[in-house]
């Protein structure tokens, strides 16, 4: 239980394009989801945090104009990458936590989007 | 973004030895603690958790964590190539947030 999936897996496009990222809670339901981003060997970078049926909540430097989310059900987010750029290039993760009983301390990740701007 | 802080590494062991890794954070209002093994491209996979002061063990891996230090670390005994991976200490915020530290790199000898 507690699968998270992400869609694409990998993606690469040219600079200007918009790229959309999909973060499905395949059996559980997800009131909140997170957005990460990683580049080479640092961290993972809380972007902000999808709220289902409100606008998301982004952390500081993060433009919510070139990173626009949409949950739009308890089971789907959606991050995009408006007028993409190379510097954009990296591995967005997405997760969502576990809300009650024993899950409630674990956050479930999805497998990751690798995005490359060419 | 809450500051989490570990020491990047490399750390290497001998197969067979203790590996000790170390985080330190700067919220007091964190309420749990995570310790995550990240292989190159893939999404973490969590290790344990903690949020009580004290030690906590599972299997080969023990966690501790010290609240009035802001310090919480994790030992691995009987380290193991398979072990060789990136550790991230991740803290839970009131809000349900994570924030990850840097990251250590380990790389056990065979």
């Known amino acids: 239980g507690a699968v998270v999936s992400q869609h694409p897996s990998w993606v690469i496009c040219k600079s200007g394009t918009s790229v959309k990222i999909e973060c499905r809670s395949l059996?559980?339901?997800?009131?909140?989801m997170f957005w990460y981003r990683q580049f080479p060997k640092q961290s993972l970078m809380l972007m902000a945090t999808?709220?289902?049926?409100?606008?998301?909540?982004?952390e500081q430097g993060v433009e919510k104009d070139k990173f626009l989310i949409n949950h739009a059900s308890l089971t789907l987010s959606t991050l995009t990458v408006t007028s993409a750029h190379p510097e954009d290039s990296s591995f967005y993760i997405c997760s969502a936590p576990g809300l009650a009983g024993e899950k409630y301390n674990e956050q479930f990740f999805g497998p990751g989007t690798r995005l490359t701007v060419l | 973004q809450k500051e989490v802080e570990q020491n990047s590494g490399p750390l290497s062991v001998p197969e067979g030895a203790i590996a000790s890794l170390n985080c330190t954070y700067s919220d007091r209002g964190s309420q749990s603690f995570f310790w995550y093994r990240q292989y190159s491209g893939k999404s973490p996979e969590l290790i344990m958790f903690?949020?009580?002061?004290g030690d906590k063990e599972d299997g080969r891996f023990t966690a501790q964590l010290n609240k009035a230090s802001q310090y919480v670390s994790l030992l691995i005994r009987d380290s193991q190539p398979s072990d060789s991976a990136t550790y991230l200490c991740?803290?839970?915020?009131?809000?349900?947030?994570?924030?990850f530290g840097t990251g250590t790199s380990l790389t056990v000898i065979p």
């Open positions: 059996d559980f339901q997800a009131t909140t």
């Open positions: 999808s709220n289902e049926g409100s606008k998301a909540t982004y």
């Open positions: 903690i949020y009580s002061n």
């Open positions: 991740a803290v839970k915020t009131s809000g349900n947030q994570f924030y």
